[in-house]
């Protein structure tokens, strides 16, 4: 139940960015990788990318290894069997072929939505766990067990989790990334913390977030802290998707400061924790992906969410969940790819305030935000300036 797939695109602009072919390289042998993708349009040379980007819910590293019970505890985890294993953050980035801007659309993790294979309608963040309990016993009748146990059934749970996302936004996923629990803790203290704000103080026991009000850096279990609350927060989800877009914009602006690039150290220990924290499809190639995002040293990434019809609609068997319209999401992202969408701003959100002050399930008009991006005066700055939000 937190915000982690910023984390993986925050390294991905690091891989992209100026003089980091070497490193690049390095990343690309070590990484976890899954077979999950069953198009080879990625690999096109000018071929639109869209790279499913999500923070898993697990307590294993992405070679299936069990975290340790301090860290689990450290970071406010629970214990080796909590989670469920759920994608509790879900963002697509969308790559343009051609060249032009890159876009993020965040997908609140309980939107309520088909998911393939037959298993009904359900919150889009249990796609995973229920294509990998699905195979997992098939897989152990197969006598695969341990590490690679938990491997390939995650494969199949990203397999669903794909095929949910491309029946809600129609897009066509080219790339799949995930990072795991004790990964974005380790990634974001690797860059040395990352410049957040907060217009008022928080003390959240759920999620271990207990910050002041004002602009401060977090690192390791703090910044997962402050990505993983909703209790508290007026719009609740919807508010975390917003945190989650202002905290990477924030983190990729300092992954491509000049201070940090520089600094061999950071660099060493940054790819140290993305071989642990990240899994990715078997034809991602980072080098591919660089040569199709040049203007990323500027923070020139857009993020929006998708539009919402109710935030607080009551499902049969799924508890409260987010109604979702998926012509009018698939129109929404067609159109602000086209340039002729005008997204409303995050900043009030009226579904998200009637969720918060518990209001019955209503029928209201799609509403969409986007945060933001840290100011491009900032570049290069060891303290960017960074929008203060809840």
């Not at 410049?195 to 004002?214: E, K, Q, R, T, W």
Request: hydrophobic share 45%.
């Amino acid at each position: 139940m937190w915000l982690l797939a910023l984390a993986v695109a925050s390294v991905l602009l690091l891989l992209v960015s100026g003089g980091l072919i070497l490193t690049a390289r390095s990343v690309d042998a070590g990484l976890s990788r899954v077979d999950v993708i069953s198009t080879s349009l990625g690999s096109v040379l000018g071929a639109d990318e869209n790279i499913l980007l999500v923070g898993l819910d697990t307590r294993t590293d992405s070679f299936g290894n069990p975290l340790p019970a301090d860290q689990l505890a450290a970071l406010h985890a629970g214990g080796s069997n909590d989670g469920g294993d759920q994608t509790d953050t879900i963002i697509v980035v969308h790559i343009p072929g051609g060249g032009g801007p890159a876009r993020g659309f965040s997908i609140p993790r309980d939107s309520y939505v088909e998911l393939p294979d037959g298993f009904g309608q359900h919150k889009i963040n249990s796609a995973y766990a229920y294509g990998q309990n699905a195979a997992r016993g098939q897989l152990a009748r197969k006598g695969i067990s341990g590490n690679e146990l938990a491997v390939q059934s995650g494969a199949a749970g990203a397999r669903t989790s794909i095929g949910a996302v491309e029946s809600l936004t129609g897009l066509t996923i080219t790339h799949f990334a995930a990072v795991n629990l004790a990964g974005f803790a380790d990634i974001s203290s690797a860059v040395g913390g990352v410049p957040v704000c907060l217009n008022s103080a928080v003390d959240d026991s759920f999620s271990g977030a207990h910050f002041p009000a004002g602009q401060q850096t977090v690192s390791g279990a703090a910044a997962l802290a402050f990505v993983r609350q909703r209790h508290g927060l007026p719009g609740g989800d919807l508010d975390r998707a917003r945190r989650q877009q202002m905290f990477l914009s924030s983190m990729a602006h300092t992954v491509l400061s000049s201070t940090t690039l520089a600094n061999a150290t950071t660099r060493a220990a940054l790819l140290a924790a993305v071989d642990k924290a990240l899994t990715v499809d078997r034809s991602l190639d980072v080098l591919s992906l660089a040569g199709q995002l040049p203007g990323l040293g500027a923070g020139s990434i857009a993020f929006h969410t998708i539009p919402v019809v109710n935030a607080a609609y009551d499902t049969a068997d799924d508890g409260e969940a987010v109604q979702v319209d998926p012509n009018a999401v698939q129109h929404y992202i067609s159109a602000t790819l086209s340039g002729s969408a005008t997204p409303t701003s995050s900043s009030a959100t009226p579904d998200a305030a009637g969720a918060s002050s518990g209001s019955s399930a209503r029928a209201a008009q799609p509403k969409t935000g986007a945060a933001p991006a840290v100011p491009s005066s900032d570049a290069g700055t060891t303290a960017p300036t960074v929008l203060c939000i809840n």
